[in-house]
């Protein structure tokens, strides 16, 4: 699957010195009417109201009651605000309304296990705060200094475990293929009864004729001899059931590894 928006597409020295020195204040001229943090908290909640289609200069100009131009000050253009809306939102403890230093206090309250369940739930939640995350490629990131943070509370978390770098890497990376995964189908789900109007419920009744054809066939015994309540489980239910046998796996060979 391809996506029309990726991390990095624009200024990459330029977006890496606004995420870690911010806009610089000119000596001279009249005060600055906007902050950056400003600028970039309108654009994030432009794009969790309206969608990444609407997101643009002049829609967030207008957002903050100034002309486009005016942005332009601070931010070279769309492709650097993005830069600056993904670490905002990527910053540990952001989906819980917390700073990084709660998060790390959180985190180190509990074991490897719990903790890593902990992330894994604030990831799902964290895309159901910002649906946008998933139109955006994010495989080359660039290294702001929120999710620089989040990724080192991550590995905070297996600190002391019997891991290699390799590994440690592997196991964050696996938690966040499945959870973003699981939470991809959660938000396109919810899309598209946004989007025709007709709930799960409908959709899946007009399909009741076909269904019982296919019941007297005969020709799918396992499919239908599965309980009533066999697709009941919500999508974040779904989501913590596969992250728990993961880490059941994990679990399992720690222990392998720690009985050598």
């Excluded at 440690?168 to 991809?184: C, H, L, P, W």
């Excluded at 059941?248 to 720690?254: E, P, V």
Aim: proline letters at 3%; a negative charge; hydrophobic letters at 40%.
């Amino acid at each position: 699957m391809t996506t029309a928006h990726h991390s990095g597409s624009g200024d990459i020295a330029r977006s890496l010195q606004l995420l870690w020195q911010g806009r610089e204040q000119a000596s001279r001229g009249p005060k600055p009417t906007l902050t950056l943090e400003g600028i970039v908290t309108a654009a994030v909640a432009l794009a969790d109201e309206e969608g990444l289609a609407a997101l643009s200069m002049r829609r967030v100009a207008a957002t903050l009651g100034v002309g486009t131009m005016t942005l332009y000050r601070y931010v070279p253009g769309k492709a650097e605000l993005l830069d600056l809306m993904l670490d905002r939102v990527n910053g540990p403890g952001e989906e819980a309304g917390e700073s990084s230093e709660e998060e790390a206090r959180r985190l180190g309250e509990l074991g490897w296990r719990e903790g890593l369940e902990h992330i894994g739930a604030g990831l799902f939640r964290l895309y159901e705060r910002h649906p946008w995350l998933l139109q955006i490629n994010q495989s080359r990131p660039l290294l702001g200094p929120n999710s620089l943070r989040g990724f080192d509370l991550a590995l905070s978390v297996l600190e002391g475990l019997r891991l290699t770098s390799q590994e440690k890497v592997t196991v964050i990376t696996i938690i966040d293929s499945f959870v973003t995964g699981i939470a991809r189908a959660h938000i396109l789900q919810r899309q598209v009864a946004e989007q025709t109007g007709i709930s799960d419920e409908e959709f899946w009744r007009a399909q009741t004729p076909i269904i019982e054809i296919a019941m007297s066939s005969g020709c799918y015994p396992h499919v239908f001899a599965l309980d009533e309540d066999a697709f009941s489980l919500s999508n974040e239910e779904t989501m913590r059931f596969g992250l728990a046998r993961i880490l059941d796996g994990l679990a399992s060979f720690l222990d392998s590894r720690n009985a050598d």
